[in-house]
């Protein structure tokens, strides 16, 4: 089936310097010939006027990058054009005239894995990386679209594979004489492989976290300086403070860079028992997203005496931290109450005001939490859900396997380990998973 030509603004749009368009498909040597003269050498800048049959387009910048050698497999240029709207759709007008058509989100990247240049865990690796605000994020994106994850998978596939031969021997030939020692060595092999799953299993809320951000919640009882706390961390008063309990009532998420990885710190409601439908929608809001936070900062009035600081503490976890809050006044009998208790259960206290005192230390803390969680030598094995999925019944089949009372039953569930373990590089039942995979890569990408 012929391919399309594509074309589309690689770069951001909006006034720049530069533009880069690109092209893709069969047509792109003519395209560029009819619009730049004869093909410049292969993979080098040269500069050109583009003219149409209406005129002058730009002098631009053009590259030629004849397939299989490119990035998409296919014969493909670029354009670096002057970044102004009108010289960009002058250019992408004349592109359209000559029978090229805008290209779909992620459509370059996708034609690169139909021409086996990147496989799929590679090409949500280039996605991750536009995508990528700090230097983590980067790190993972890149290592991913180097093909670490894959290789890792591909390894693992591979070793299935070489024990599903083993085991297969002695489906096939049931009367002849394997050595029992054959199955056991496949066994063997499919119970380390079992372990290092269930690593990979343990650590892959890592990889995510790094994506999508570590989630941090500011909780406590109401008036205690939560949003006080939250504005100060973000250096931006983003939440309104106000000397009123029950000011805060919905969820607020501020993103922001800790040495160099994405967390996403959320301010809410403060936690007592209300009868008022609103206030206990944000109570109810403010316990989910601190359950399902990867750090909970329980802030408490320290100068206070009525025991407030019972409301959120079934909410803080061992690791936590508890941040008696308003070191500027005198204390109150909740101090130390709260303190012991917090003591007891893991959570660490900091003495902290939101005017400043203790504030370099609760963010030393914080860093240092958030570093421990997601740094490590080894990128981990997956950084998506899709991943987690596959490696999920990858491992269950594997189990399953090394139940399974007879050798057929293991061969099919080692046969089928295999194949969850295929779905992560897009080498088996890529067409199933391709929609969702380009559908959320920019166009031109
Ligand atoms: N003295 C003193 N007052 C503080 C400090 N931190 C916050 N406050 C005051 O405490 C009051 C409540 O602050 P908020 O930050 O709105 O408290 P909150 O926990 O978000 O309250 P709700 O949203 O109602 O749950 C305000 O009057 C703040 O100015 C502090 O370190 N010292
Ligand atoms: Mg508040």
Known sequence: MAQDTIFALASAAGRAAVAAVRISGPGSGEALRALGGRLPAARRASLRRLRDAAGDIDEALVLWFPGPGSYTGEDSAEFHIHGGRAVIERLQGSLLALGLRPADPGEFTRRAFENGKLD?????????????????????????????????????RERLIESLALLEAGVDFPDEEVPGDVADAAKESLRGLLGQLDEAIADQARGQRVRDGYRIAVIGAPNAGKSSLFNALIAREAAIVTATPGTTRDVIEAPFDLAGYKVILADTAGVRETGEAIEAEGVRRAQAWARNADLRLWVVDRAGSAGDWRFAADLAQAGDLCLLNKADLPAGTDEAACRFSAEKAGVTAHLVSTRGAGLADLLAAITERVVTALAAREFPATTRMRHAESLRVARDRLAAALEAPQVELAAEDVRLAARALGRITGRIDAEEILGAVFGKFCIGK
């Open 120 to 156: 799929l865990a590679q090409a949500e690796g280039v996605a991750d990386l536009i995508d990528a605000e700090t230097k983590g994020q980067a790190d993972q994106a890149l290592a991913q679209l180097g093909g670490a994850l894959s290789r890792r998978h591909e390894v693992w």
